[in-house]
């Protein structure tokens, strides 16, 4: 395991196999996966084994990948944030997802403002994109990456590509 930041009360770390019981128990609630992947829940634990798999890959390709967020007070593990390219794009989009016990209490802004700031710092990229379904955007404003985006002001651009909405951040010295 390597830590890779460290918030107030958060730590994201890289994954490790033995992880596959939470990320199976988190990705397990229908309410957690309903706007993220295929929309559906993960069945089996294999499925957490095949995310872990392709995180410990992907971070060793490309030196990000989603890393596990683990809550300092107990160490427990509570989602999952970070980033990646999607399919047949070149951006790089934030992502994240967090257990339904988690939501509601400043967990994600907290971790999506600090995975900006290492991708733009210490990954040097210098635009960074999240990506949320138009149907759903309405629907799921308790898990929306926008929801933080929306909050820079500076340096924010809104898109639509087919039935997504894209919304991207430019390096700035205020991230």
């Given at each position: 395991?390597?830590k890779?930041?460290?918030?107030?009360?958060?730590?994201?770390?890289?994954?490790?196999?033995?992880?596959?019981?939470?990320?199976?128990?988190i990705?397990g609630?229908?309410?957690?996966?309903k706007y993220?992947?295929?929309?559906?829940?993960?069945?089996?634990?294999?499925?957490?084994?095949?995310?872990l798999?392709?995180?410990?890959?992907?971070?060793?390709?490309n030196?990000?990948?989603r890393?596990?967020?683990?809550?300092?007070?107990?160490?427990?593990i509570?989602?999952?944030?970070?980033f990646?390219?999607?399919?047949?794009?070149?951006?790089?989009?934030?992502?994240?997802?967090?257990?339904?016990?988690?939501?509601?209490?400043?967990?994600?802004?907290?971790?999506?403002?600090?995975?900006?700031?290492?991708?733009?710092?210490?990954?040097?990229?210098?635009?960074?994109?999240?990506?949320?379904?138009?149907?759903?955007s309405?629907?799921?404003?308790?898990?929306?990456?926008?929801?933080?985006?929306?909050?820079?002001?500076?340096?924010?651009?809104?898109?639509?590509?087919?039935?997504?909405?894209?919304?991207?951040?430019r390096?700035?010295?205020?991230?």
């Amino acid at each position: 395991m390597t830590k890779i930041l460290e918030t107030e009360r958060l730590i994201l770390r890289t994954w490790r196999l033995d992880d596959a019981p939470k990320l199976f128990e988190i990705c397990g609630d229908a309410e957690v996966m309903k706007y993220l992947g295929t929309g559906k829940p993960y069945e089996t634990i294999e499925q957490a084994d095949e995310f872990l798999r392709w995180a410990e890959d992907y971070q060793t390709e490309n030196g990000f990948c989603r890393w596990a967020v683990v809550l300092k007070e107990n160490q427990g593990i509570i989602g999952s944030c970070g980033f990646a390219r999607p399919h047949g794009m070149e951006e790089i989009e934030l992502g994240y997802l967090l257990a339904k016990k988690s939501w509601g209490k400043g967990f994600a802004t907290e971790a999506t403002k600090a995975c900006l700031q290492y991708g733009f710092e210490r990954l040097k990229f210098n635009e960074t994109i999240a990506i949320t379904d138009c149907q759903t955007s309405v629907a799921q404003n308790r898990q929306r990456p926008d929801i933080f985006f929306l909050r820079l002001k500076e340096n924010f651009r809104r898109s639509v590509r087919g039935n997504s909405i894209n919304l991207s951040v430019r390096r700035s010295s205020g991230v």
